[in-house]
């Protein structure tokens, strides 16, 4: 049995139910389980009553009382462990003794959820222990159809760190998107509020972010301010552009749907594009067709952060995954012909 323990909520956790965050946190537990824990008053956050359904923020303190010991994790399946334990191994482009950062591929979740199994990072982080007796933890996630760098600590103290670092926005991460259309001004910044929209399934998949004008965030219930600079860098005539993203908040799906309400989706992106839509210049059509994948064309290309142990400060840029890697060179774009952070003299 535990006993109290008192959990700062990440910079990357908020914007999630407490139930998911809590089974996460504490795979022993079950619904049932917390659903008693609330309406008892065990659980607070930030010393209030909550209920399971309560949606955290970064930096919110979780009082969680004593709880049974969590059984020992499972041993990694048999079959796809050794496959899978190269792909994830193949992925890392740095690493120290504090450090690992993974050029992330498209598909593969961060985190585990509903009938995923162990397939995702989290679960293949065992294979990334390199002699160390821990395996490594995830202080941030990616969407699972967006590829590129990923951070994970090697100790729960360089967690800490690295998690403050995300929580005080002294880590920088740039992204890259093919985008339809292109925007005006070329550079530019979106500040529209985002509000969750459950979906249909039973646990609420399928949710979507609806965006909202920032006049109007604060009346909105659930709504949270967001923003997002933008600059194009690139584009074929009016169709299409290559697009540096900087997400200066965190929200879920926050460049997928800024993109999609300034008229400029990123191109595959089904939910927040439409998938059928055509792309015939000036902005909308998720899809280009021919030879252009329909996979979601949103890479996190690069991240700067200071070193939580040396201080350095640490740039890493991940390759373009082979999907957009093939479209860009449809498309005549050529990696080296851009500024790496085309925002620096604003900065």
Request: one cysteine or more; hydrophobic letters at 35%; aromatic letters at 4%.
């Amino acid at each position: 049995m535990s006993s109290v323990q008192v959990i700062r909520v990440g910079a990357d956790e908020g914007d999630q139910r407490l139930d998911r965050w809590l089974r996460r946190q504490f795979p022993q537990l079950n619904q049932i389980a917390i659903e008693k824990l609330c309406r008892t008053g065990q659980l607070r956050v930030d010393g209030g009553r909550v209920k399971p359904a309560t949606r955290l923020e970064p930096g919110q303190e979780v009082r969680v009382p004593p709880l049974p010991d969590a059984a020992p994790p499972p041993a990694p399946r048999a079959g796809a462990s050794e496959a899978d334990a190269r792909m994830i191994q193949g992925a890392v482009i740095w690493k120290d003794e504090h450090v690992i950062a993974l050029n992330k591929p498209p598909g593969l979740p961060s985190q585990g959820g509903s009938g995923q199994g162990d397939r995702h990072v989290d679960g293949l982080a065992g294979a990334l222990m390199f002699g160390f007796k821990d395996k490594p933890k995830l202080v941030h996630r990616l969407d699972k159809d967006t590829s590129g760098v990923l951070l994970l600590a090697r100790t729960d103290r360089v967690a800490r760190r690295l998690s403050e670092s995300f929580r005080a926005r002294t880590t920088r991460k740039i992204y890259w998107a093919a985008v339809a259309g292109v925007p005006a001004p070329a550079m530019g910044t979106v500040r529209f509020g985002l509000v969750k929209a459950l979906g249909h399934g039973r646990g609420g998949e399928g949710e979507k972010m609806i965006a909202v004008h920032p006049a109007k965030v604060d009346q909105t219930e659930g709504a949270k301010r967001a923003t997002t600079d933008y600059a194009v860098l690139d584009s074929l005539g009016t169709r299409v552009s290559w697009c540096a993203l900087v997400p200066i908040t965190g929200r879920t799906h926050q460049l997928r749907a800024h993109m999609a309400e300034l008229g400029h989706p990123i191109i595959g992106d089904g939910k927040y594009g439409g998938s059928g839509q055509e792309n015939l210049g000036d902005g909308w059509g998720a899809q280009l067709g021919g030879e252009i994948s329909r996979k979601l064309h949103l890479h996190a290309r690069s991240i700067s952060f200071d070193h939580p142990v040396t201080g350095k400060r640490i740039t890493l840029t991940a390759p373009l995954p082979d999907h957009m890697a093939r479209t860009w060179k449809t498309l005549g774009w050529h990696e080296n012909d851009v500024p790496a952070d085309p925002f620096e003299d604003l900065t």
